[in-house]
């Protein structure tokens, strides 16, 4: 690549971060008027408003993502690896097995939690004997997880990640990994205080993510184990994750008793903040980081 065309790497990649974040602010405003009008009384104060329009933001996050993921695929009628992509056998080769381990790593994480601190079982999340609408809303929340991932994975991993390797072509991959990775955490904590813990936990989460694509893994793969663990975490299980809290289908949750009398065990577990804000998590993912960074380049899927 030419000199000149490298130079362009750069803005093409603000431009695409730029954009993606204007199609999630356009989402939020379409949320926020579909709360104010769809699902509040008549003339509903600001802060009911924004008490239900916080509750909900990350369902309208996640469905923001899976429509821009869903557009730049509909959009790509020139290139056909998109469309590639978009078929059962691919599905079933390259996304279904990441999804899967990551659903079983998470529950395997959540039975442990619950041998070795106080993480109680609560009961049923919600009766489906409630309505339609309790199911329906369940359904909601746990497809915008997937649509969150889908969405991330494609604009940071699959379009903002190779722009930036080329770009410095000249360093280590690393530094492209690491900057996406900011800019993946920064969107991220975008109106939620997420707090040091939980921002550690994204930062390694972002690194173990932006090396699996940058040694030949699809990016189709990082979102599988996103939308795994993070459904297993709250669609199932109702843990808190990145300052959402919802009901599941079963209720797991640190007793708030325990939070000042045994901190090591609240840090240990998370706490109140959920697996997002667990040492034990990032250690695991630590471990994780330093195996793909010790294990030989692969060869690429495309």
Not at 157 to 171: A, Q, Y
Request: proline share 5%; net charge positive.
């Amino acid at each position: 690549m030419s000199t000149t065309d490298s130079r362009k790497l750069l803005p093409t990649a603000a431009l695409l971060l730029a954009g993606y974040w204007l199609w999630l602010f356009f989402c939020h405003l379409v949320g926020m008027s579909l709360v104010t009008y769809g699902m509040l009384d008549s003339s509903p104060g600001v802060q009911e408003i924004a008490d239900q329009y916080f509750a909900n933001f990350w369902t309208i996050q996640g469905w923001g993502s899976l429509a821009f993921f869903l557009l730049s695929w509909g959009l790509s009628l020139s290139d056909p690896t998109p469309w590639n992509e978009m078929n059962r056998k691919f599905w079933m080769a390259h996304v279904a097995p990441d999804f899967l381990r990551a659903a079983a790593g998470a529950t395997l994480f959540i039975l442990t939690l619950m041998a070795v601190t106080p993480y109680q079982y609560l009961g049923p999340g919600f009766s489906w004997t409630d309505g339609p609408w309790g199911v329906l809303n369940w359904a909601s929340r746990s497809i915008a997880w997937w649509g969150w991932a889908l969405g991330d994975e494609l604009v940071f991993r699959k379009l903002l990640l190779p722009r930036l390797r080329e770009f410095f072509r000249s360093h280590s991959e690393a530094l492209a990994v690491v900057i996406t990775t900011a800019l993946w955490v920064l969107t991220r904590s975008m109106h939620q205080p997420l707090g040091w813990s939980q921002t550690l936990t994204l930062t390694l989460l972002g690194l173990i993510l932006g090396f699996r694509v940058a040694r030949g893994r699809h990016y189709l793969g990082g979102a599988a184990l996103l939308a795994g663990s993070t459904w297993v975490f709250q669609a199932l299980f109702s843990l808190p994750l990145l300052g959402q809290e919802y009901p599941g289908i079963w209720m797991i949750k640190f007793p708030s008793t325990w939070a000042d009398s045994h901190s090591w065990l609240r840090l240990l577990s998370g706490g109140a903040g959920g697996p997002g804000a667990s040492a034990l998590l990032q250690l695991f993912l630590l471990g994780v980081l330093v195996r793909i960074l010790w294990t030989p380049r692969r060869g690429s899927l495309r």
